[in-house]
């Protein structure tokens, strides 16, 4: 029989307390672990991208969003394979091997995600967030702070990912907008011009390889 160490919080033991806090805040990291997903990674610009692809061919939920977040997720475990692999050689495995403390480690990978993140942070954003803090201009990537870094990433990959979302919007905005006059000059008007219009748009869509254009653009653009 295996057995299992009882957790006691109040427990006056120091190691079974330091165990006792470990998987609290173990816990806790895997129950924001979404979040830092979103709002850490390319994750966000993608899935918004593909959300976008969606609304302007108007296919209602075709095609549905667990395929849509599933190929964002894994788009983005594409994209960030270099830094995840940084992050694992220079923080993880070195903690797993006792050679440094959980905030050595930390600190150890917020480095490479910091430096992926400032690559695609405008200084704009990064500035409301240094200067609502009160926090002084910085000199390195160090004296960014995670608490400024993160949000001001956040916004400008979702205005990236709206510039790009405007763009794939034009060519479907068209053909509706040829379709509603064809539509009104031969005098049906009662007719949904969006009825008309979908299967030219997803002709047009299928016929240059859209979704190969779309990954391309994404990839492109990191």
Sequence with gaps: MIEIPALDIFSEDPNNLTTTVSL???LTVLSIAPS????????????????????????????????????ALFITFFIMAPVFSEVN?????????????????????????????A????????????????L??????????LTALVPAFAISE????????????IP?????????????????MMLPPVMIALPFKILLFVMVDGWHLVVRSLLLSF
């Design 136 to 145: 002084p201009r910085p000199e390195t990537l160090d004296d960014i702070p």
């Design 36 to 71: 830092i997903l979103i709002l850490m990674t390319c994750f966000t610009r993608i899935v918004v991208v593909l959300s976008f692809v969606r609304s302007g061919l108007a296919t209602q939920q075709m095609p549905p969003n667990q395929v849509l977040v599933g190929l």
């Design 158 to 169: 979702l205005k990236t990912a709206f510039q790009i979302g405007f763009m794939i919007f």
């Design 172 to 188: 479907f905005l068209v053909i509706d907008m040829v379709v509603a006059s064809v539509l009104m000059s031969m005098g049906m």
């Design 119 to 134: 690559q695609h942070t405008r200084e704009k954003d990064l500035a409301l967030f240094m200067g609502y803090a009160g």
């Design 89 to 117: 050689e220079q923080a993880l495995q070195p903690m797993f091997a006792g050679e440094m403390t959980q905030e050595e480690a930390f600190d150890a990978a917020a480095l490479p995600m910091k430096e992926f993140m």
């Design 24 to 26: 609290l805040l173990l």
